[in-house]
């Protein structure tokens, strides 16, 4: 989990796996913007940067507070969706080069403690069983 500034609103990014991600949010979802709780959830195995990107866009929705108005038209969700990339591509792009490197890197240390307490639980189930051999 980090904090990330976007249009001065503090977001959470959260990098749950798999399990944990169906249990919560109960959908087959790769990644969810929850913009009351101002927090975007990620699936482990689906960190990819275009998911990030993604994302962002809701984020950016969200924080130019399109969520509060009742009778968007089309017209007026592509004007948004323009001026957002008019004014925030290169914060959008900014924002997503970041996001990904500390989630493929949250993701990696994750792995790293899987792999130690795989190698661990080996190594104490090798000496168990060479314990237990009885000796000549």
Known sequence: MFKIRIKDIEWTVKLQNDEEYFNMHED?????????ELVVYFRESAVVKRIVTHELMHVYVASCCVGSTTNTTIDDAEEICAEIIEYHIDDIIKHTREIYAKLVKLKNIRS??????KKT??????????QKKPKK
């Open 112 to 117: 790293n403690k899987s792999l130690r307490t």
């Open 121 to 130: 639980k080996s190594l104490r189930t090798k000496k168990t069983k060479a």
């Open 28 to 36: 087959d979802s790769l990644a969810l913007t929850n913009r009351n």
